[in-house]
């Protein structure tokens, strides 16, 4: 009786899900950004808080909560209720990079979200001052070998995908460049184009238009195709095979949440970022919408976080 009891709970609770994604959502959603206003996290939460919200009908609220790369934020939603009604915009940092650079994590980055969908890429784009005399990547890579240890790169600070990226293509080529750290991307920009460092790997979105105004030279994008944005310009792979040092963004939600919810919000998502004027919206700021299933989410995160662990371990760069 007890064995029949339980199979029939199971089977309420069972055709109990349909019905719960159905009516979500019946109250404010919570989108976490765990990065300040402005940046592109924040825009790509906002893009899809103000679609859900005008499709439901129930506000989508997003809640900015920056701190330790990320984790604060994203430390707050690990430990929210799995009902659909908190989600999170993550980044390769938060969920690739941090779990491998930070030595006192308060929650396990892997068990404690379940992947809804990538929502985009973001290329970075290797930039260079134009005093350097490479113009290729094999250019630049002989000139680095003629010159290990004397060339500067910049970053916008210890342990950021893009103080990574050029980790990466360090180890992938052989080579050795001093790296100096700073604020933020408009830093780097700046002091690359005085002439204080000579490279930096950064996002499209700020070092296209220095590119394009003459104040840096481009010479590839570092995704494995190239960027819509910027079409004539190559990809690293294409000189250095299997070369990717893409930064993106996702939506996550705590472990346990109903799958129902969750395939409800990969589907939104991939709605919402497939239309027209929001795909031209991305391209400017040089960003691929990339949704996909939560399965392919999981498998492509996998890929990304024994990357950037053997990069992280490589660089000798740890925070406690």
Do not use: C
Request: charged share 15%; aromatic share 8%.
């Amino acid at each position: 009786m007890r064995k029949l009891f339980g199979a029939l709970a199971l089977s309420l609770a069972t055709l109990a899900l349909p019905a719960q994604a159905a009516e979500w959502p019946e109250r404010n959603v919570t989108v976490v950004v765990p990065f300040g206003a402005g940046g592109t996290t924040d825009m790509f939460a906002r893009i899809l808080a103000q679609a859900m919200q005008a499709k439901t009908g129930t506000p989508f609220v997003v809640e900015n909560r920056p701190g330790a790369g990320g984790n604060i934020g994203s430390g707050a939603v690990a430990k929210a209720a799995p009902d659909g009604y908190t989600l999170l915009v993550g980044t390769v940092s938060t969920h690739a990079i941090n779990p491998f650079l930070y030595k006192n994590m308060t929650f396990d980055t892997e068990k404690a979200f379940q992947p809804v969908t990538l929502i985009a890429r973001l290329p970075n784009l290797l930039v260079v001052n134009p005093k350097v005399p490479a113009k290729t990547i094999p250019e630049l890579v002989d000139y680095l070998k003629k010159n290990p240890g004397s060339v500067k790169y910049g970053s916008s600070g210890a342990g950021t995908s893009t103080h990574l990226a050029s980790e990466l293509f360090q180890i992938k080529t052989g080579t050795k460049m001093t790296h100096v750290p700073f604020r933020s991307s408009g830093d780097v920009m700046n002091n690359l184009a005085g002439e204080h460092i000579d490279l930096a790997f950064d996002n499209m979105t700020l070092a296209w238009p220095q590119a394009q105004g003459g104040t840096v030279r481009a010479i590839a994008v570092t995704s494995t195709e190239r960027s819509p944005t910027a079409p004539e310009i190559p990809t690293v792979s294409e000189s250095l095979s299997g070369f990717d040092a893409t930064s993106w963004h996702g939506l996550f939600v705590p472990a346990g949440t109903p799958r129902p919810i969750v395939d409800r919000l990969a589907a939104e998502v991939k709605q919402i970022f497939g239309a027209a004027d929001v795909q031209a919206k991305l391209k400017e700021v040089g960003a691929v919408p990339s949704p996909m299933t939560p399965e392919a989410f999981t498998t492509f995160i996998d890929a990304e976080r024994a990357k950037w662990k053997d990069v992280v371990e490589a660089s000798g760069v740890s925070i406690q």
